[in-house]
């Protein structure tokens, strides 16, 4: 074995995972919020999902509403991520674009994705049955999957996916062009999940 080496790993691609503060009170609002979404328009939108229920985009703007409540909650995980970054934004730049749910049903999963014109995107994790899908990420550098040799062991290096089991209170943050889906639910209940994208507005 060589003795002297160092492999040096640069330009990670960062996914920050939280566990929300006291998230089994404000599921039961959110869970209860976005089935009755479901109610009023049950055919939803068509994006990545499969088979899966997609929402409209959540209005924010009621004060009083469980998912403004939600948002507000977020600005302390939303302001450490851009801390770790080091970006220097004045907080009153940061907006949430877009929010919206998905459910996923028995068999249902989410095709390789990113999130355009945003900065950040997150999910944030309402309910989440065993085997009900992971959260998977694709290596952006698409040429580590033109050409290689056979694999003897997976490691950093060679492999071009990564999963992640979740659990319901995780928040996850990821810059938006970082291609990831979401795996067949296998179990018996729903997956709800909340995704939304945050931008910088350079013009405040």
Same mark, same amino acid.
Request: aromatic share 14%.
């Given at each position: 074995?060589?003795?002297?080496?160092?492999? =040096? $790993?640069?330009?990670?691609?960062? /996914? &920050?995972?939280?566990?929300?503060? +006291?998230?089994?009170?404000?599921?039961?609002?959110? #869970?209860?919020?976005?089935?009755?979404?479901?109610?009023?328009?049950?055919?939803?939108?068509?994006?990545?999902?499969?088979?899966?229920?997609?929402?409209?985009?959540?209005?924010?703007?009621?004060?009083?509403?469980?998912?403004?409540?939600?948002?507000?909650? =977020? $600005?302390?995980?939303?302001?450490? /991520? &851009?801390?770790?970054?080091?970006? +220097?934004?004045?907080?009153?730049?940061?907006?949430? #674009?877009?929010?919206?749910?998905?459910?996923?049903?028995?068999?249902?999963?989410?095709?390789?994705?990113?999130?355009?014109?945003?900065?950040?995107?997150?999910?944030?994790?309402?309910?989440?049955?065993?085997?009900?899908?992971?959260?998977?990420?694709?290596?952006?550098?698409?040429?580590?999957?033109?050409? &290689?040799?056979?694999?003897?062991?997976?490691?950093?290096?060679?492999?071009?996916?990564?999963?992640?089991?979740?659990?319901?209170?995780?928040?996850?943050?990821?810059?938006?062009?970082?291609?990831?889906?979401?795996?067949?639910?296998?179990?018996?209940?729903?997956?709800?999940?909340?995704?939304?994208?945050?931008?910088?507005?350079?013009?405040?």
């Amino acid at each position: 074995m060589i003795q002297n080496r160092q492999i =040096l $790993k640069f330009f990670p691609q960062p /996914v &920050f995972k939280y566990q929300y503060k +006291n998230f089994q009170k404000i599921n039961k609002d959110l #869970t209860k919020y976005i089935y009755d979404l479901r109610d009023a328009d049950k055919d939803g939108l068509e994006r990545s999902n499969v088979h899966g229920w997609h929402s409209k985009n959540f209005n924010l703007k009621n004060s009083d509403s469980i998912q403004n409540k939600f948002l507000i909650s =977020l $600005k302390e995980y939303i302001f450490d /991520v &851009f801390e770790n970054y080091g970006w +220097n934004i004045n907080p009153k730049q940061i907006v949430c #674009t877009e929010m919206w749910a998905i459910i996923n049903s028995k068999n249902s999963f989410n095709v390789t994705h990113t999130h355009p014109n945003s900065y950040l995107s997150a999910a944030y994790y309402v309910k989440t049955p065993e085997n009900c899908g992971k959260f998977l990420i694709e290596n952006p550098n698409t040429v580590s999957s033109h050409s &290689f040799p056979k694999i003897a062991k997976k490691n950093d290096l060679n492999s071009n996916t990564r999963g992640l089991d979740i659990k319901e209170g995780d928040l996850l943050f990821f810059p938006s062009y970082l291609p990831h889906r979401v795996g067949k639910n296998e179990s018996d209940e729903d997956r709800i999940v909340i995704s939304f994208n945050i931008n910088v507005n350079h013009f405040v």
